[in-house]
């Protein structure tokens, strides 16, 4: 396997940390916290105001690679230098993706579905 990609694991202790958590694990959380604070606020918008946001992205073919390509920058080990882990190709190829298919508004459903829902009844969904 090259890799692996986990969808918020586990994002909902962040929202409900359990009591008798270890030093490491206090410290995890506490990691989590600080990343929701300075990255997560996309998660936010996505959840709650997915349409507006989708129209953007939708209507801009820059505005949605600038909004993908942001999340590749952050979210990777590049320290700052995005093509030294990926390619040109593989950054357009994924904007390519949503821009072609129309599929930016319905990959913020989750997001929409996690806000109004609730972590708990969400994650006892996704358990099913």
């Not at 599929?103 to 579905?113: A, K, N, R, V």
């Amino acid at each position: 396997m090259v890799g692996i990609h986990l969808t918020d694991v586990p994002f909902w202790h962040v929202f409900q940390p359990p009591k008798d958590l270890s030093r490491d694990e206090a410290a995890f959380i506490e990691k989590n916290e600080t990343w929701q604070k300075t990255e997560g606020a996309y998660a936010l918008i996505q959840g709650t105001r997915p349409q507006t946001l989708a129209a953007g992205l939708r209507d801009s073919p820059i505005g949605l690679a600038t909004w993908l390509i942001d999340k590749f920058y952050a979210w990777s080990d590049c320290h700052g230098d995005l093509e030294s882990r990926f390619t040109k190709d593989e950054l357009l190829t994924n904007v390519m993706v949503y821009w072609l298919t129309d599929t930016i508004d319905s990959s913020f459903l989750p997001y929409w579905d996690f806000v109004n829902s609730g972590a708990v009844t969400w994650i006892a969904e996704a358990v099913k």
